[in-house]
């Protein structure tokens, strides 16, 4: 009897440890930034389309990878609003984050060399989709 609560114990310290991970790496905690939350300096916005001033969505690019984050702002900041982000390479699956995170959505990322992208996002109701563009 001891060796099977002891086994029950360690799987639940286990599976509260796989918790705390899981909620400890959510992007809607991780970064201080758009660049932050794509991955860091090699980042750099190179469009941008504002909903309001409640978010932006972000296009970033590194000389790789193109990288897409909606991030709140202002009063919109820890709210329960509906936010999603989205990038998609010309010929290939989308790649979407969406959520009622508190602070941002994405990032997600593509890498397209040679190849134009949808890039967007939304806030609430309002939303952006580009039409494939930033092609390269």
Same mark, same amino acid.
């Given at each position: ?10 799987? $639940? ?46 296009? $970033? ?76």
């Amino acid at each position: 009897m001891g060796g099977i609560r002891r086994s029950a114990i360690v799987a $639940l310290g286990t599976a509260a440890a796989l918790a705390v991970s899981v909620v400890a790496s959510s992007p809607a905690m991780a970064a201080s930034s758009p660049i932050e939350a794509c991955g860091g300096g090699s980042y750099h916005v190179i469009d941008s389309k504002a909903f309001g001033t409640s978010a932006t969505v972000y296009l $970033l690019y590194n000389g790789s990878t193109n990288c897409v984050v909606t991030w709140k702002q202002g009063s919109a900041v820890g709210n329960s609003v509906w936010v999603r982000a989205v990038v998609q390479a010309y010929g290939s699956p989308g790649v979407v984050d969406a959520n009622y995170y508190r602070y941002y959505a994405g990032p997600v990322k593509v890498k397209a060399p040679g190849k134009c992208i949808m890039w967007g996002g939304s806030y609430g109701d309002q939303w952006y989709e580009s039409p494939f563009e930033h092609c390269g």
